[in-house]
């Protein structure tokens, strides 16, 4: 059986099955690393109470990581601020547009400071709306993004970047930034274009960064073994029932790995690079 990771998945202990459940069924199906990143504070129910909801749900994504360490899989925790919160704080809650960003910056500087201390591995979701939305909310995401981009060249931080998919334009955007803020060569890697298409994820190995792919089936069949294995597959499986938007589950995205293995369409080499070699590279964590 090949061991499988997830690049970039959540869990939701309050709507969903919560960490547990879902790693006890990702290990029976090969499973062996997840990236698991947080949601937003309302996701999990919780009354927003500014600054001290995101430091809440930090302390419930820790919990739900332990509970993955406990069954058996290396986890990597991640906290950010999601771009679609700058929209619901202002429609929503009533903040004012700077009140938004100082809070933005004041969470993602938060989350740099417990990457620092080896409490949080990175910071994630951050990055700007692929929806159509006002000018300076667009702004302000994009503030809170290119902070958390010093944050990673300062303090080695891993940040998932939730951005628009324009192929050669979003990666150009990103790619000037970097170079605007002197990062180095090797400290690129650390920037992670999330949900990202197969395509974009090659360009983007090349010039020195990382990225997850949509680990569907029909994804995975379609394009597992005809492009380079430079990325790393996620799930991006949101874990509430309510809500529309879970690409897939994670052990039947290991489910469907293992069959095109079985099946001859990959080879075992191929997968251990996307599945072992890849996440070991990115998140320095031994193989399993």
């Not at 709507?15 to 029976?28: D, H, N, S, T, V």
């Not at 201390?117 to 700007?128: A, S, Y």
């Not at 159509?132 to 702004?139: E, I, V, Y």
């Not at 303090?155 to 790619?175: A, R």
């Amino acid at each position: 059986m090949i061991p499988v990771a997830d690049g970039h998945t959540h869990s939701n202990p309050v709507r969903g099955l919560g960490a547990a459940k879902i790693a006890e069924r990702f290990r029976e199906a090969g499973g062996w690393f997840m990236a698991l990143v947080a949601l937003s504070p309302w996701h999990y129910g919780m009354e927003f109470r500014g600054f001290d909801s995101y430091a809440e749900t930090i302390d419930l994504l820790l919990r739900e990581c332990k509970e993955v360490e406990e069954r058996g899989i290396r986890v990597a925790c991640l906290a950010g601020f999601h771009p679609a919160d700058v929209d619901r704080l202002i429609d929503k809650y009533g903040m004012k547009p700077m009140s938004v960003l100082d809070l933005g910056l004041r969470v993602v500087e938060h989350e740099a400071k417990l990457c620092r201390e080896g409490t949080l591995d990175g910071i994630g979701e951050v990055g700007r709306q692929h929806y159509k939305t006002f000018p300076t909310r667009a702004l302000i995401s994009q503030l809170i993004l290119e902070r958390a981009m010093e944050l990673a060249r300062d303090y080695g931080c891993i940040v998932h970047m939730h951005l628009e998919q324009e192929g050669e334009t979003t990666l150009g955007l990103i790619d000037l930034w970097a170079s605007r803020i002197g990062m180095p060569g090797e400290a690129k890697k650390l920037l992670v274009f999330h949900h990202s298409k197969p395509s974009l994820a090659v360009r983007a190995h090349k010039l020195g960064y990382s990225a997850t792919v949509p680990g569907t089936p029909a994804l995975m069949t379609r394009v597992l073994g005809n492009v380079d294995p430079v990325f790393i597959l996620e799930s991006d499986h949101i874990d509430d029932p309510n809500r529309p938007g879970a690409v897939v589950y994670p052990w039947v995205m290991a489910e469907t790995l293992q069959k095109l293995v079985e099946k001859g369409r990959i080879s075992r080499e191929y997968a251990y690079k996307i599945n072992v070699d890849n996440v070991v590279s990115l998140y320095r964590v031994p193989p399993p």
